[in-house]
């Protein structure tokens, strides 16, 4: 296992599988992925084609199309993939049959808790068990995850009139007018309680894209959620969205330069040639 710096200066573990795993894990992964879109879509995409990048197109366009009141509420989970308990991982994935050539490598790999070698500066020492959540790092980790989750999700927006809400793994975005949008929240905290999983409140963001003052109705539902409020625009699932033009422009040329300087330091001349090229 080694550590991967996150970007509030928390630690990430990633487990590093062995490879002849790793290669099983690509071979059954291969079978089961055309089948995952029909599973998944329209709550998760983290398995169809485009990704993230689907996603943000979705929500974007259910901003626009939602009307003068529509919001937009993005969620954070507190280390959601190492929490999520594994009776419930493996429990969803033995009920979808189709994925059977999942079922034995999933079963060998999470039946049990392992030991994972700890690597630090190139050297390994100790160990820690490894006895919740999924690996990551395992080939197979985002799809026993995404499926862990599905139900979850699904059942927050249920029924909700004008409501939006799509995943990439455990980033759960919603969009619709302010009534709904609190109620799939107060769903999701109802729970999550028992699934290991734990709603970073401090961390989740309620945009209003809108020129018009915020609402005092919102801000008062802001705040007794404990959440954050954003305006115009806001960052998310490695895009941005939002009404506040400039704002966007901003964030995209700030990406733009945390990319170049991303090259600089790559300090390989003949790959930076070819993509200036």
Known sequence: MISGKKSDAGVRPIAMGEVFYKLAGHVVMQLVSPLLPAILEPVQLAHSRGGSATALHVLQ????????????????????????????????????????????????????????????????????????????????????FSLSVQELFTECIAGLPDLCGVAVFDDFDLVGHPASVFTALDRLSDRVVPTGLQLRRDKCKVLWPHNAPVPESLSASVQSHGLSLVQGAMPTLGGIIGFDTQVMVDWCLAQVKLHDRLLVQLSIPHFRRNLRS
């Open 61 to 144: 366009s259910a901003l626009e199309a939602g009307g003068p009141s529509a919001i937009a509420l993005k969620t954070d989970f507190k280390n959601a993939f190492n929490t999520r308990k594994r009776r419930d991982i493996l429990a969803s994935l033995f009920k979808l049959p189709a994925l059977g050539p999942l079922f034995r490598l999933a079963h060998w790999a999470y039946r049990s808790p392992s030991s994972l070698l700890v690597s630090f500066a190139g050297e390994a020492f100790g160990g820690i068990l490894s006895a919740e959540g999924v690996k990551q790092g395992d080939v197979l980790a985002p799809l026993l």
